[in-house]
């Protein structure tokens, strides 16, 4: 969308402006806050709104926008201050901006109300709008992870038995309905997905206007379940180059339509989780959870990878005396640590990546694994011979031996590392855990064990004459 060089960026919210606002909000100078808010972008209200110091304020800003402006800003805002805003505003003011919403963004909406507020906005909006309140209520009814939680109900249709010219008519009468459409779907009489006509193909098919869209439909359409896990449909998605997809039930009936839009939020929000998993975290904690249930979510994890770290403890101790004679063995233990297991790290999240991704498959375990220890002896070999050279320079007799016992160590570490990095996701996701939960905490803990055994260990053999 081109920029309309009457509209402020977003990059000109600054503090004189929100100043200014502040000021004209004590004032109550409403006609002058209105004027500022109409040459601000939607998003640029959003983040005027999350960037006032009081939440009444911020109410007080909201509940002068009209409300179709209001359903694309509150979209925007942080949770922190929809949420101040909406325990403030009367559920008759809430359903009033829901209704503005497409289907999809007022179900995200509404299912993150407390169920008291949610009630009566949906009681309210049952009155403003039936068709609205059905329609929020089934997508409502599906899981927030499936096809069926993430699709909208505005999608354009056609019967497969009127022409092209009939259709283009039924076209224009929807097209205020839906935001952004690049297919029409085609069905039956029963609303049966028959197949699927780009609008490319309807503008050059006027030609013959009287011809019937079964004639020139695709009738190999690429439909997706309601029930299909959301994970799943943005593979569709990616496999098939998709820009939207139809929705169906049990039955082949079209219910929805799932655009390329909601596919970008599902992979951001797929993405953040897997990356909190694996550092043992949940990825909407900081904005959802209070302190004590932080800490009641992560203590489990903490405190197991912390009694698999007190392994490494006796196993330190069994080698005492090897380090009282030798001091410089405890300056590299946490450097044979430290690398070996960001070497897990990372093969976990190759692999995990690649498990979310289809690109990696279970039943071909040995692919990734094999290219994991290719790829890990290169990169051992040259972290190796780099650490044992710096342990034969700065050991006191210049000694080579332990310079070799560093250079083994770091080697075969980081190749472990490797191997137990590649195999662990793919072991989880077959006893069917989450491989982003369980790979990236017990991945580092092994390692810190492993690599501090194989360190003191080949010490042990290499220096005991020294």
Not at 143 to 154: L, P, S, Y
Not at 347 to 375: C, E, H
Request: net charge negative; with cysteine.
């Amino acid at each position: 969308m081109s920029a309309d060089k009457n509209k402020l960026s977003v990059l000109e919210v600054d503090k004189e402006l929100l100043d200014d606002i502040t000021e004209l909000i004590r004032e109550k100078s409403d006609a002058a806050l209105q004027n500022i808010l109409a040459d601000l972008y939607d998003f640029d209200i959003a983040v005027l709104i999350d960037n006032l110091e009081e939440d009444d304020d911020a109410v007080y800003i909201f509940s002068l926008l009209k409300d179709e402006t209001a359903s694309e800003v509150i979209l925007e805002i942080s949770d922190d201050r929809k949420n101040a805003i909406t325990e403030k505003l009367s559920g008759e003011k809430i359903s009033g901006i829901v209704s503005e919403m497409y289907s999809d963004d007022a179900t995200d909406f509404v299912s993150d109300l407390d169920e008291n507020k949610k009630d009566e906005v949906l009681e309210n909006l049952d009155r403003i709008d039936n068709e609205d309140y059905e329609e929020v209520k089934e997508l409502l009814s599906y899981d927030e992870n499936t096809a069926g939680g993430i699709m909208a109900k505005e999608y354009i249709s056609v019967h497969e038995y009127c022409t092209v010219t009939e259709a283009i008519n039924e076209i224009q009468e929807k097209a205020d309905e839906v935001d952004q459409f690049y297919n029409v779907w085609v069905v039956d009489m029963a609303n049966v997905l028959k197949g699927v006509i780009s609008l490319k193909r309807l503008i050059v098919s006027l030609k013959n206007p009287g011809v019937h869209i079964k004639d020139v439909m695709n009738s190999d359409v690429i439909s997706i379940d309601a029930n299909t896990d959301q994970e799943e449909v943005a593979k569709i998605f990616q496999s098939y180059d998709l820009v939207s997809a139809p929705v169906v039930n049990s039955h082949n009936k079209l219910i929805g339509m799932i655009s390329i839009d909601d596919i970008v939020d599902v992979i951001e929000e797929e993405y953040s989780e897997n990356v909190a998993r694996m550092t043992g975290t949940d990825a909407e904690e900081l904005e959802k959870k209070s302190p004590f249930e932080i800490a009641k979510l992560r203590l489990p994890w903490l405190l197991i990878t912390l009694f698999i770290e007190f392994i490494a403890v006796f196993i330190v101790r069994m080698h005492n005396e090897m380090l009282e004679k030798i001091i410089l063995l405890a300056a590299f233990m946490p450097i044979i640590s430290a690398i070996s297991g960001n070497t897990g790290l990372q093969s976990a999240a190759i692999m995990v990546r690649g498990i979310d991704t289809g690109n990696v498959t279970l039943s071909k375990w040995y692919v990734p694994l094999f290219r994991q220890i290719k790829t890990n002896l290169i990169i051992g070999s040259v972290v190796a011979l780099i650490v044992g050279f710096l342990g034969y320079i700065i050991s006191d007799t210049n000694e080579l031996r332990f310079g070799a016992s560093v250079c083994i160590s770091m080697f075969v570490s980081i190749n472990i590392a490797g191997i137990i990095g590649t195999i662990s996701p793919m072991l989880s996701k077959k006893l069917g855990f989450d491989p982003a939960l369980t790979s990236g905490p017990f991945e580092t803990a092994f390692q810190d064990v492993i690599g501090i055994f194989i360190f003191l260990s080949v010490s042990t053999i290499l220096l005991m004459n020294i």
